[in-house]
Structures are given as structure tokens and as C-alpha cells.
């Protein structure tokens, strides 16, 4: 069965440059999320989307940006890229966007930032 | 605000015992949801369960059993004869609506042979 994908799998920048993270979720899933998690750190939520609108904000910076495209698929743009951006970020998708809806993972893109 | 609470920060068991991994949450929120996930070393998170808060019920499934206690604020999850296929860490999450999960800080669980 078809997963959730994350591109790349890993990716090195350097501070202040951009990067742009890609999550393709499972087919006919309308909800995505982002989530970051630093080393040894538990997941923060970043920001997700439903039906192609940002549906809820968390902890993401000021210099992050994401968008749903209209074939659901979702991108994390990272400017300025700072050290403390070195993390695994987890994009996951959903069935709509309640609770009950079971949360499918990707497995995530490392970001080192050097 | 939310908040969990996995107090453990690892634990190591011998193949075959069984193990408790403690939550503890807090919220304001009379309706909300709670999930374990399993992080094995591959990095991916695995959903385990999820529970609402109208629903007390204990779970089991396999060698796996879940004790939420509203009372208390706990939703315990309990491994049964482990196996070092187990060997992941294991976060306790929450959430009161949607899935913008609070996590808790995760718990190491090492199943030694």
C-alpha cells in the first residue's frame, strides 16, 4: 500500500540558505501535517493544512512557509536556515482532518544545518 | 494548554518480562484525544492507539494493553512479554481536537535477549 513520502530523505545547508522540503501524502488523503523534531526531542507541530487550506498553526517560525498544492501534495520552505533547524521533520496525512481519523507518517527528512 | 508527562525516560527489560511505559497528561479541555506512537530506530512514528476522553475502557491487542484512567490523568501503555522487536521509543500524545498532537517528552524502551 501506497505510504506517505517525504523528498529527500536527507538534506545538508548551510547557514542562511533556503530548503524546501516535499510531502507527498497517501492517495485521496486531503490533510496534511508537519511536525519537526530536534534530536532526542519529542515532535512539535508545525502547521498543517486540509482541503488545500492551512488548517492550524503551531510552533512554526516566522521563516517557515508551507503550502497544499490542488494534488494535496504539501511543501515546507526554510529560509535563513539557522543551526537549531537541524532536526527530522515528519510530514503525516489524514482522511479529513478530525481526530478519529488515523495519522499516517512519513519517514521524515533530515535536515543538518551547518 | 496541554501538557504529557512520560516520566521514564528509558527503560531496560529482559526479553520475555513485561513492562509499563507511564502518561500522565494535563489539559483543560473536557473532550480531547489521547495516542501512543512508536518511534522504532528506522525513525519512523507508528501509530498504536488512540482514545477519547469518553472512553475509559482498557484495550488490549496482541501483547499490547492500554489503562486510561481519567481520574487520575493517566493512559498507561503495557507491553507483555517483550521482545527486542519492542526496542523503540515510545511518545504519549495529545490532542483536543484535530491531530496537532502534543507529544511528551518519549520514553527509550530497550528489550534485551
Known amino acids: 500500500a501506497a505510504g506517505v513520502i517525504q523528498s529527500p530523505r536527507h538534506l545538508i545547508k548551510e547557514k542562511r540558505e533556503t530548503a524546501t522540503l516535499k510531502c507527498y501524502p497517501i492517495p485521496r488523503h486531503d490533510t496534511v501535517y508537519w511536525y519537526q523534531q530536534g534530536p532526542g526531542q519529542d515532535p512539535q507541530f508545525l502547521i498543517s493544512f486540509y482541503e488545500k487550506m492551512q488548517s492550524d498553526k503551531g510552533s512554526i517560525p516566522d521563516r517557515f512557509s508551507a503550502q497544499q498544492f490542488s494534488d494535496y501534495h504539501s511543501e515546507l520552505n526554510m529560509s535563513s536556515l539557522e543551526l537549531g533547524d537541524s532536526a527530522l521533520y515528519f510530514c503525516a496525512s489524514s482522511l479529513g482532518s478530525g481526530p478519529n481519523e488515523k495519522l499516517f507518517f512519513g519517514s521524515g527528512t533530515q535536515l543538518s544545518v551547518l | 494548554a496541554q501538557k504529557v508527562t512520560q516520566a521514564q525516560t528509558e527503560i531496560s527489560v529482559v526479553e520475555k518480562e513485561d513492562v509499563t511505559l507511564d502518561c500522565v497528561y494535563e489539559t483543560r479541555d473536557t473532550t480531547y484525544y489521547l495516542f501512543w506512537y512508536k518511534q522504532p530506530p528506522s525513525g519512523e512514528l507508528v501509530f498504536l492507539i488512540r482514545?477519547?476522553?469518553?472512553?475509559?475502557q482498557n484495550e488490549i491487542s496482541g501483547r499490547y494493553s492500554w489503562n486510561f484512567q481519567k481520574s487520575t490523568s493517566s493512559f498507561n501503555f503495557t507491553i507483555t512479554a517483550s521482545q527486542v522487536v519492542d526496542s523503540a521509543v515510545y511518545f504519549c500524545a495529545l490532542t483536543p481536537y484535530g491531530q496537532n498532537f502534543v507529544f511528551g517528552p518519549g520514553t527509550r524502551l530497550s528489550v534485551l535477549p
Open positions: 482514545r477519547n476522553s469518553f472512553d475509559e
